[in-house]
């Protein structure tokens, strides 16, 4: 009656541990963060600062861009584009895909879209950016579900919870890419 017992105890024993250390592996890759509706982000991997509002409603996000050209690169479609707040930098990325946006105010337009990435709190957010003027908007950066949905929780009663460091963005950044 013992052996089935003591079977049981030890199966049960490694059967949590083994769970318990998965879920420290989970939390460790991917930690939580609660930040404001507006936070400052660094746009990567320029490293520009800029204020992004952070919108549970959208689902892409959306980049301040200007001078939007399309180009091919070795038979691929390109974009380059300029963006920043107070500097302006240009920028050459291959096109992921067009996206087009309704207004019920406007006609619906056709957006390029680009693979970019943030650093939020010191942690590296990859995502698809539409690209669009917004000089008209308060905000140069959306942030929309898509990449909000990869660890960031929003509380709509704070803003700039959270700050990056730029060394520590370059060095993630650069791990990232080995």
Not at 21 to 26: D, F, I
Not at 86 to 107: A, G, S, T, Y
Not at 145 to 151: F, Y
Not at 161 to 174: F, G, H, M, P, S
Request: positive net charge.
């Amino acid at each position: 009656m013992k052996l089935p017992l003591t079977l049981f105890s030890i199966f049960s024993v490694l059967f949590f541990s083994a769970i318990s250390n998965r879920l420290s592996a989970t939390e460790q890759s991917q930690q939580l963060i609660t930040a404001g509706w507006l936070e400052s982000v660094l746009l990567q991997p320029e490293n520009i600062r800029m204020r992004a509002k952070l919108d549970t409603g959208a689902k892409t996000s959306s980049l301040h861009a200007v001078d939007i050209k399309r180009f091919e690169k070795k038979g691929a479609p390109w974009v380059s584009f300029r963006t920043g707040v107070d500097e302006m930098v240009q920028i050459n990325l291959p096109l992921i895909r067009d996206v087009k946006i309704k207004d019920h105010k406007f006609k619906a337009a056709v957006r390029p879209v680009v693979e970019m990435s943030i650093c939020l709190h010191n942690q590296i957010f990859t995502g698809e950016f539409s690209l669009i003027d917004r000089s008209q908007f308060n905000y140069p950066i959306l942030l929309g579900r898509a990449l909000l949905q990869q660890g960031i929780i929003v509380d709509p009663s704070q803003t700039f919870t959270v700050r990056a460091k730029k060394k520590k963005c370059e060095i993630l950044l650069n791990t990232d890419e080995k």
